[in-house]
């Protein structure tokens, strides 16, 4: 019964690493794997669902929040060059 829903996520993950490897920019790139750990978090769950494992909740919302972090990471990598820098009050006087 639930393998229909199986196979359209397993088919969305595989369009999101399309999407990823055929992206314009690296913006757009970045958004591809984004979706790509998002499908993955809901796969995860689903597969949880279907084993009787409860515990793979947990694990789907761990990877949820390093998704999202690595994210705001890497977007911030590739914007100032630095993780760890930020603007600053001197860049927003120059706007």
Known sequence: MFEIPTF???FA???ALVSAII???????ILAVNI?????VLFIALFGF????????DIALVYALINF????AILKFFEYGDISKGS????EADI
């Open 23 to 29: 992206g314009s920019t690296i913006y757009d790139k």
């Open 69 to 72: 972090i690595s994210t705001i």
């Open 13 to 15: 993950m595989f369009l």
């Open 8 to 10: 359209i996520i397993l």
């Open 36 to 40: 790509f750990g998002t499908i993955t």
């Open 50 to 57: 279907l084993n009787k494992r409860p515990d793979f909740l």
């Open 88 to 91: 600053t009050k001197k860049e």
